[in-house]
């Protein structure tokens, strides 16, 4: 069971949480005054289990398709199915029964948030190969874990359009910044066998790149606060709230690889901070 839990990093949830906030984010920022308050927490319960899921499966495909490369890096040698504690064959029975549970949960909502979900998984297949082929998994990382976004707005019955494009842009630039933070784990093993990503391409310069990734963020969150017409207290609240990106540029050393990934786990808060600004926003109308 220990090796299971490894498996899906059940031991490890903060990336649960970042891909079930940006779903939160869409659903609360399209959850109108005239919508009811049972099916809104009816889909957040919903959105929460499917990012457990779909986590848990994005997980055990990446350890099938990394087994190789996993075998050279220090942090993740020992992960099941990379030492043999766990078959690929085990593996993708479970990828399997995780994206069935998924869909039962991906059908709850309407015909056009079921068709935009199901274009994720282009994303979420291809994701595990950009490392080989390009320095920016981060953004393409970015673009499939943010996706819950716009189907968290579709899932309330509305159109696509400026609102949610923005946050999903500017949550892009947030998993960039963060994985790019993540990264820098295994900066070194990464060097030596190729891997390709941010933190080698920016190492020199990562302060600078991870400034200018939250800087973006936070300019088109502002954007869209403008676009709502929000008080002076939600500029302060998400002023408050952009602290926890500025601490995370503040103490990053690129030598501290440990100090990096509780860094790392800092976007949890940010990620619950801005929902809870949302939420405020929609309920003050």
């Given at each position: 069971m220990k090796n299971y839990i490894k498996l899906i990093r059940l031991d490890k949830p903060t990336g649960i949480f970042l891909l079930f906030w940006p779903c939160s984010w869409g659903l609360v920022l399209g959850n109108s005054s005239s919508s009811s308050h049972e099916i809104f927490y009816y889909y957040l319960l919903l959105f929460f289990i499917g990012s457990f899921l779909m986590r848990s499966a994005g997980c055990v495909y990446n350890d099938i398709i990394d087994k190789k490369?996993?075998?050279?890096?220090?942090?993740t040698k020992t992960r099941p199915i990379t030492s043999g504690l766990?078959?690929?064959?085990?593996?993708?029975?479970l990828i399997v029964l995780f994206v069935a549970l998924s869909l039962i949960i991906l059908v709850q909502f309407n015909f056009k948030s079921i068709i935009f979900g199901l274009s994720s998984s282009f994303f979420v297949i291809l994701y595990p190969f950009m490392k080989r082929i390009t320095y920016w998994p981060q953004l393409f990382l970015g673009v499939t874990f943010n996706w819950g976004i716009i189907l968290g707005w579709l899932s309330m019955g509305n159109e696509i359009g400026l609102i949610p494009i923005l946050l999903y842009i500017s949550a892009i630039f947030w998993t960039l910044g963060y994985d790019t933070i993540y990264g820098m784990q295994d900066i070194q093993d990464d060097i030596k066998i190729g891997v390709k990503s941010t933190s080698i391409k920016f190492h020199k310069n990562i302060k600078l790149f991870l400034s200018t990734c939250y800087l973006i963020s936070f300019g088109l969150f502002i954007v869209l606060l403008i676009l709502l017409n929000v008080s002076l207290t939600t500029y302060f609240l998400t002023f408050l709230s952009s602290l926890i990106l500025i601490i995370q540029i503040f103490l990053f050393d690129s030598k501290e690889y440990k100090k990096n990934a509780k860094l790392f786990g800092f976007n949890n808060y940010y990620g619950l901070s801005i929902f809870l600004i949302l939420l405020i926003i929609m309920q003050n109308g």
């Open positions: 490369i996993d075998i050279k890096i220090a942090r766990i078959s690929a064959s085990k593996g993708w029975f």
